[in-house]
């Protein structure tokens, strides 16, 4: 017998056994595999998979080779390697990585092929590092310009936020990495985050916080879904019975596995029965120290094994969850298409200054300051924490660790040399998660000081400042205190502008704030957070290298006071007695300014270019279930640049108070020439016309007369069309 006969009926041993093995047959349906390998699974192992076996990794088989689950923080980049059982770094040296830009600012781009670059870009960096669920990303809803948490998260509406994530969450798990979509739901606060009862209409519940994850369910497939903290109903939504057997596991037929926030699973017969698969974090109740191996004692560990085996709970309800946990193990560890990955390639440095190109929002250019004409100008003067601050440490769990970071400040002397000087303006400390922010005065009346001093001798101002990372600034865990900029910045851009005119402001943050000062000064751009390219993509917006074309995923408004809750008191936020009242109902954000007709300082989908573009009249027509809108966009400026074209429907009267107009479909032009124009066609499923009729617990369709209004914002229509939809 030849040595090829021999390895070749080897071989034909093997294949015979593993064919037996029909949940190692990759080629096998899905759920063929699932039913075999749960077949061959005690009881004891189904259970090992439901839980935390380290802070971030949750247990396969290894008896029957079924790959443990390795999970990391999401939603920017890979979280800095933890050790095995604390929250403190493992030290690894080979773990920095490309910070991605902020998810807000995703959204400002408008650009779903930008999110599947993302998506890309982000699930090969976790690839590399080994890990199969990418703890994001989130669509909570910017219902509170405070929400320490919203720069995690794709701004007010649930329209944008379900069409950004799709392309994202689909390109990430077509690399063989699930996305962990968070928090799972109306966890639109960081006050009382762990305790809040959420008290909203049925119709608010679906028309506006649940519809960006039911897309994400019904067209991305998302694998895994983060529950949140926070209360429905007086129950915690980890396990909350109505949200996720009700709504997601039955009504959408999703087949994913619910994983719990960090210590967000409280009990374990709501655990068990309420739709919890994988419970991460928990504190074992004070049986033992974190820093000991307490993972035996979680919720749905060995008091569910209990109840299994006391028949107190049936051996289906823990066969499903395993079932959702093995799927999640094939599609991701033991998918053999997954992608080894990549960490710190030049595409991902490449795809991250491309989005945050596109995600600056240019909101007031007065007399075109921007794009800068450097010749100008002798003296540039930097001022503000921002312009040297690493904007990627802090916030929470999505803090990072990067390889190669260029700050506005690097970036602007690399551009423009010896004409820039630097005054810092004000301190901003560090006060990191749970921290009290302490800045001494006479430091910061020093500060503000040497910066007016040097004001005096500059021809332009650059002030690069806004909100950071710290606690109750955009952090996990705390919201913020007041709508203002902390750390004196009102007070110090306003005595800046009076002795500069050309005073320019560059905010970071991934919420609104009041601008007392925005009459006095120029220029204002707003950034979010930029990653790792951050200083080279404003550059390449501040210098006109390229046409900023952001739009705002969320409504800037003029006061505080002007946001649709804040009439309703404590109640409607932060809550009385971990009570929150969403009063407002459908009317959040731009639903409310324009429906009640409050003006905000910039409304949602508003952002200006280098260039000017003119709308041609739209046309709308219906196809089946199908609406088809187009519209022609011309570039008719000197720069070229790209428009984002909105779609907002005005549906016909009813008895239901419906906003004026929602946003149904957008798109981006290419680049376009000066002179050049591109007609852009848009669809949108008649389902999208819905609203949620709690009266028949469904939704419905009001027939009759549809506006389009097609629109650079949701203030500023151009043209309108319209047309019959029964
Ligand atoms: C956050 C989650 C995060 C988890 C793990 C929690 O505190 O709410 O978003 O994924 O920690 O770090």
């Given at each position: 017998?030849?040595?090829?006969?021999?390895?070749?009926?080897?071989?034909?041993?093997t294949a015979a056994v593993c064919n037996a093995q029909v949940y190692l047959d990759t080629k096998a349906p899905m759920e063929d595999r699932v039913k075999d390998a749960l077949s061959r699974m005690t009881t004891?192992e189904k259970?090992?998979m439901l839980?935390?076996?380290?802070?971030?990794?949750?247990?396969g088989v290894?008896r029957l080779g079924i790959r443990?689950l390795?999970?990391?923080?999401?939603?920017?980049?890979?979280?800095?390697?933890?050790?095995?059982?604390?929250?403190?770094?493992?030290?690894?040296?080979?773990?920095?990585?490309?910070?991605?830009?902020?998810?807000?600012?995703?959204?400002?781009?408008?650009?779903?092929?930008?999110?599947?670059?993302?998506?890309?870009?982000?699930?090969?960096?976790?690839?590399?590092?080994?890990?199969d669920?990418?703890?994001?990303?989130?669509?909570?809803?910017?219902?509170?310009?405070?929400?320490?948490?919203?720069?995690?998260?794709?701004?007010?509406?649930?329209?944008?936020?379900?069409?950004?994530?799709?392309?994202?969450?689909?390109?990430?798990q077509?690399?063989g990495?699930a996305?962990?979509?968070?928090?799972?739901?109306?966890?639109?606060?960081?006050?009382?985050?762990?305790?809040?009862?959420?008290?909203?209409?049925?119709?608010?519940?679906?028309?506006?916080?649940?519809?960006?994850?039911?897309?994400?369910?019904?067209?991305?497939h998302?694998w895994t879904?983060?529950?949140?903290?926070?209360?429905?109903?007086?129950?915690?939504?980890?396990?909350?019975?109505?949200?996720?057997?009700?709504?997601?596991k039955?009504?959408?037929k999703w087949d994913g596995a619910?994983?719990?926030?960090?210590?967000?699973?409280?009990?374990?017969?709501?655990?068990?029965?309420?739709?919890?698969d994988?419970?991460?974090?928990?504190?074992?109740?004070?049986?033992?120290?974190?820093?000991?191996?307490?993972?035996?004692?979680?919720?749905?560990?060995?008091?569910?094994?209990?109840?299994?085996?006391?028949?107190?709970?049936?051996m289906s309800v823990l066969d499903d969850k395993a079932a959702r946990v093995l799927r999640t193990i094939f599609r991701t560890a033991m998918n053999p298409q997954k992608?080894?990955?990549?960490?710190?390639?030049?595409?991902?440095?490449?795809?991250?200054?491309?989005?945050?190109?596109?995600?600056?929002?240019?909101?007031?250019?007065?007399?075109?300051?921007?794009?800068?004409?450097?010749?100008?100008?002798?003296?540039?003067?930097?001022?503000?924490?921002?312009?040297?601050?690493?904007?990627?440490?802090?916030?929470?769990?999505?803090?990072?660790?990067?390889?190669?970071?260029?700050?506005?400040?690097?970036?602007?002397?690399?551009?423009?040399?010896?004409?820039?000087?630097?005054?810092?303006?004000?301190?901003?400390?560090?006060?990191?998660?749970?921290?009290?922010?302490?800045?001494?005065?006479?430091?910061?009346?020093?500060?503000?000081?040497?910066?007016?001093?040097?004001?005096?001798?500059?021809?332009?101002?650059?002030?690069?400042?806004?909100?950071?990372?710290?606690?109750?600034?955009?952090?996990?865990?705390?919201?913020?205190?007041?709508?203002?900029?902390?750390?004196?910045?009102?007070?110090?851009?306003?005595?800046?502008?009076?002795?500069?005119?050309?005073?320019?402001?560059?905010?970071?943050?991934?919420?609104?704030?009041?601008?007392?000062?925005?009459?006095?000064?120029?220029?204002?751009?707003?950034?979010?957070?930029?990653?790792?390219?951050?200083?080279?993509?404003?550059?390449?917006?501040?210098?006109?290298?390229?046409?900023?074309?952001?739009?705002?995923?969320?409504?800037?408004?003029?006061?505080?006071?002007?946001?649709?809750?804040?009439?309703?008191?404590?109640?409607?936020?932060?809550?009385?007695?971990?009570?929150?009242?969403?009063?407002?109902?459908?009317?959040?954000?731009?639903?409310?300014?324009?429906?009640?007709?409050?003006?905000?300082?910039?409304?949602?989908?508003?952002?200006?270019?280098?260039?000017?573009?003119?709308?041609?009249?739209?046309?709308?027509?219906?196809?089946?279930?199908?609406?088809?809108?187009?519209?022609?966009?011309?570039?008719?400026?000197?720069?070229?640049?790209?428009?984002?074209?909105?779609?907002?429907?005005?549906?016909?009267?009813?008895?239901?108070?419906?906003?004026?107009?929602?946003?149904?479909?957008?798109?981006?032009?290419?680049?376009?020439?000066?002179?050049?124009?591109?007609?852009?066609?848009?669809?949108?499923?008649?389902?999208?016309?819905?609203?949620?009729?709690?009266?028949?617990?469904?939704?419905?369709?009001?027939?009759?007369?549809?506006?389009?209004?097609?629109?650079?914002?949701?203030?500023?229509?151009?043209?309108?069309?319209?047309?019959?939809?029964?």
């Open positions: 017998m030849s040595i090829k006969t021999i390895i070749t009926s080897a071989f034909a041993v004891h259970i090992k839980h935390a076996q380290s802070k971030f990794t949750s247990a290894p443990q390795n999970m990391d923080d999401g939603p920017h980049g890979v979280r800095e390697e933890l050790e095995w059982n604390t929250w403190s770094p493992a030290r690894w040296t080979n773990d920095s990585i490309v910070a991605f830009p902020s998810l807000t600012c995703l959204a400002a781009t408008w650009n779903r092929n930008l999110s599947a670059t993302y998506g890309n870009a982000i699930s090969e960096e976790f690839a590399f590092r080994g890990k669920i990418l703890l994001g990303p989130g669509c909570n809803i910017q219902r509170t310009p405070l929400n320490g948490r919203a720069f995690e998260y794709v701004g007010e509406d649930p329209y944008l936020a379900g069409e950004i994530l799709v392309p994202y969450i689909k390109a990430a077509a690399n990495v996305c962990c979509l968070k928090h799972f739901v109306l966890n639109d606060q960081e006050i009382d985050r762990f305790a809040a009862n959420v008290n909203v209409s049925d119709r608010a519940l679906h028309e506006i916080y649940l519809a960006p994850f039911k897309k994400a369910v019904e067209q991305a998302v879904i983060m529950g949140s903290y926070n209360m429905y109903h007086n129950v915690h939504c980890c396990h909350n019975d109505l949200l996720i057997n009700g709504i997601l039955g009504e959408w619910l994983v719990s926030d960090w210590g967000g699973t409280t009990n374990t017969w709501e655990a068990a029965n309420g739709g919890l994988i419970e991460m974090g928990t504190y074992t109740d004070g049986k033992l120290k974190e820093s000991e191996f307490g993972y035996n004692d979680y919720y749905l560990a060995d008091p569910f094994e209990k109840l299994i085996n006391e028949g107190k709970i049936p992608v080894i990955g990549s960490q710190c390639s030049e595409a991902h440095y490449q795809a991250c200054r491309e989005i945050a190109q596109e995600g600056i929002v240019l909101l007031k250019n007065d007399k075109a300051i921007l794009p800068l004409k450097a010749d100008l100008y002798k003296k540039i003067l930097v001022v503000g924490d921002n312009a040297t601050r690493s904007l990627t440490l802090g916030g929470g769990s999505s803090e990072l660790k990067t390889l190669r970071d260029i700050s506005p400040l690097e970036a602007l002397r690399q551009l423009y040399g010896d004409k820039i000087d630097f005054a810092q303006g004000y301190d901003a400390g560090r006060a990191l998660y749970d921290q009290v922010d302490k800045v001494d005065p006479a430091r910061q009346e020093q500060l503000k000081e040497e910066a007016l001093a040097k004001a005096k001798d500059a021809d332009l101002i650059l002030f690069i400042g806004g909100l950071n990372k710290n606690h109750k600034q955009d952090c996990e865990n705390g919201d913020r205190e007041s709508y203002d900029l902390s750390y004196g910045q009102n007070e110090l851009i306003a005595q800046l502008a009076k002795i500069q005119k050309n005073t320019i402001v560059v905010t970071f943050g991934g919420n609104p704030y009041a601008m007392p000062w925005i009459s006095q000064v120029s220029a204002l751009a707003h950034c979010w957070y930029l990653g790792s390219e951050s200083g080279s993509a404003l550059c390449d917006i501040l210098s006109g290298k390229v046409s900023p074309s952001g739009k705002l995923p969320v409504t800037f408004a003029a006061r505080y006071e002007d946001y649709p809750y804040v009439k309703y008191g404590a109640k409607a936020y932060p809550g009385e007695n971990k009570q929150v009242h969403y009063l407002e109902d459908v009317f959040v954000g731009y639903r409310h300014f324009t429906t009640s007709k409050v003006k905000p300082l910039y409304p949602f989908g508003y952002g200006l270019s280098y260039t000017s573009f003119a709308y041609g009249k739209p046309s709308v027509s219906v196809n089946g279930n199908k609406i088809t809108i187009s519209v022609d966009i011309t570039n008719t400026g000197k720069a070229a640049g790209k428009e984002v074209a909105q779609v907002y429907v005005q549906a016909p009267k009813s008895s239901i108070a419906r906003p004026v107009r929602e946003l149904k479909a957008f798109a981006k032009t290419k680049t376009l020439n000066p002179g050049e124009h591109e007609t852009l066609t848009m669809t949108l499923d008649k389902d999208e016309l819905r609203y949620y009729d709690e009266t028949i617990k469904g939704w419905a369709l009001t027939q009759g007369s549809y506006t389009f209004h097609v629109g650079a914002s949701s203030e500023d229509l151009r043209g309108k069309a319209t047309a019959e939809v029964n």
